[in-house]
């Protein structure tokens, strides 16, 4: 019973990509991640879909070629979770013009028949027409692209979803213990442990994938104990969160070279606006990277540079901060140079890690991942399906506003629990969630604490922090009847919560 194909390690936008991968080509597939899904890096990107126009600079094409073919089969096979945004490139001189100029062209060039839209060259009206708010001062235009942008938690959810629909199973809150192997030293399954309730097993599967991430060494570490791993380097990237009215444009705007030879995009997003990354080396990696207060600063200083109106650190709604996965490359010390490759490795005891790529190339990484077992003789062989995999319930024919559209025909089933349960409140008011979403949360999406709505499943930290905590005690207490928990459960979880949320205050 208890014998699989594929078993994966991690829940992340990795592991999930190469879940969905493996079952829809019939493989028996089962999932564990130790905390929540996406409560590491996949939840705390910049809510790109891109092909990475940066690297443009670095000559390296094939990268962004393969960026933006991916991009084309995010956002065509999951529209509800993921659409087309226009970004803009504020123009400060001529040669600034001249050199967007060539990029722009060369980016829709490389994107062929799955360009998302037309580049365009805006002049200094038709540019602050577009985005008021822009510093005027020195403006000479603009040049304007287009890229995508997403809802990551939500997009993991449709992973999720499209995994089980496709005979999968799938486990949060499991801990991999260790690794069961045969007498040639050969993996052969694993030990795992429910964190909630403690319960230990094993099961047997004929490949084990680490597909964890900035933890990925953590993994072979516990397979080759004797060995210390360093095959991945972790940068953590700080984003700010503000109400819209700091920057109100249909238009995300790219900083594309601060002062320390950064980038940084001003994105709309849920009626708010997301401003980052930072992207600074880190030493050794954390599931709960706090915000540095010298890159919050530096978000703030480079920001004002852009705005007409001063930001200050009152405006901020959310802090959040994730660290990215990064293969290591020897003698390369500047994390945001490394590039955004991902790799494939092959342990002597036959583990397979997966390691390095982005958010974008998920569904490329899964790809490459299983045809890597099966041309190593570890799977029969089978052809992917994934280009023209429409995500779970996803529905193009009903548009529907936020927060029902990320649901799709899924949406549904939430207002059937609003008549059930005869609430049609929302969570706090100046949060766009309802009552019922919750209680969706926990029947269909395995959400089992605080933390998983409403810093997963909704974006409620996210949006605005301080609303969160302040709804907190509402989602305990829905939570609490609907899983038959008392007030001790509910007090523990506010305090955990608690804890959790305060990293996300200014």
Not at 81 to 93: E, F, G, H, R
Not at 280 to 285: E, G, T, W
Not at 368 to 385: E, H, P, V
Not at 418 to 427: F, P, Q, Y
Request: proline residues 3%; glycine residues 6%; contains cysteine.
């Amino acid at each position: 019973m208890n014998e699989y194909d594929v078993a994966i390690i991690g829940g992340g936008a990795t592991g999930l990509g190469v879940a969905v991968e493996a079952a829809s080509r019939g493989y028996k597939t089962i999932l564990f991640e130790a905390y929540d899904y996406g409560k590491g890096t996949s939840s705390k990107s910049t809510k790109l879909v891109h092909g990475g126009i940066r690297y443009l600079a670095n000559f390296d094409f094939e990268l962004v070629k393969e960026g933006l073919s991916e991009r084309h089969f995010f956002l065509k096979n999951a529209p509800h979770i993921a659409k087309a945004q226009p970004y803009m490139v504020p123009l400060y001189s001529w040669m600034d013009k001249l050199k967007y100029f060539v990029g722009i062209k060369l980016y829709d060039f490389l994107a062929g028949k799955e360009k998302v839209g037309h580049s365009e060259f805006l002049n200094r009206n038709d540019t602050l027409g577009k985005a008021p708010n822009l510093n005027t001062a020195g403006l000479k235009g603009s040049a304007v692209y287009y890229d995508g942008q997403f809802d990551d938690t939500r997009m993991l959810v449709s992973l999720l979803k499209t995994f089980e629909s496709l005979g999968g199973i799938a486990h949060n809150y499991t801990n991999v213990t260790g690794f069961t192997k045969n007498s040639e030293d050969k993996v052969t399954g694993l030990k795992v442990q429910n964190k909630l309730t403690n319960e230990d097993y094993e099961i047997k599967a004929k490949i084990v994938i680490n597909a964890t991430g900035t933890l990925t060494d953590t993994i072979l570490d516990i397979d080759e104990p004797v060995e210390s791993h360093k095959n991945v380097a972790a940068a953590q990237g700080t984003h700010l969160v503000f109400n819209k009215d700091i920057f109100d444009s249909k238009y995300a705007i790219v900083i594309p070279k601060t002062n320390d030879g950064r980038i940084l995009f001003v994105l709309p997003w849920h009626n708010k606006v997301v401003v980052g990354t930072t992207d600074i080396a880190i030493d050794k990696p954390e599931i709960d990277p706090i915000a540095q207060i010298n890159e919050i600063d530096f978000i703030l200083d480079t920001l004002n540079n852009y705005t007409s109106k001063i930001v200050t650190r009152d405006d901020i709604k959310s802090v959040f901060a994730g660290q990215r996965p990064l293969v290591r490359p020897q003698n390369q010390t500047n994390s945001s140079k490394i590039s955004r490759k991902h790799e494939i490795l092959l342990s002597s005891s036959g583990l397979i890690s997966i390691v390095g790529g982005k958010w974008t190339i998920y569904r490329l990484m899964g790809e490459d991942t299983i045809n890597f077992a099966i041309n190593n003789g570890m799977l029969n062989n089978t052809k992917s399906i994934t280009k023209e995999l429409k995500l779970y319930a996803q529905n193009t024919d009903t548009v529907l506003p936020y927060p029902l559209s990320v649901y799709a025909s899924e949406a549904n089933k939430i207002l059937k629990i609003t008549e059930e349960t005869k609430t049609h409140e929302k969570l706090h008011p100046d949060l766009p969630y309802l009552c019922a979403e919750v209680i969706y949360q926990i029947r269909h999406e395995q959400a089992k604490t605080i933390e998983d709505v409403l810093c997963r499943r909704t974006r409620a930290i996210l949006l605005n922090a301080k609303a969160a905590i302040e709804a907190a005690p509402t989602v305990a207490k829905l939570m609490a009847t609907e899983m038959g928990y008392d007030n001790k459960w509910i007090e523990d979880q506010l305090n955990n919560f608690n804890k959790i949320a305060k990293q996300y205050l200014p």
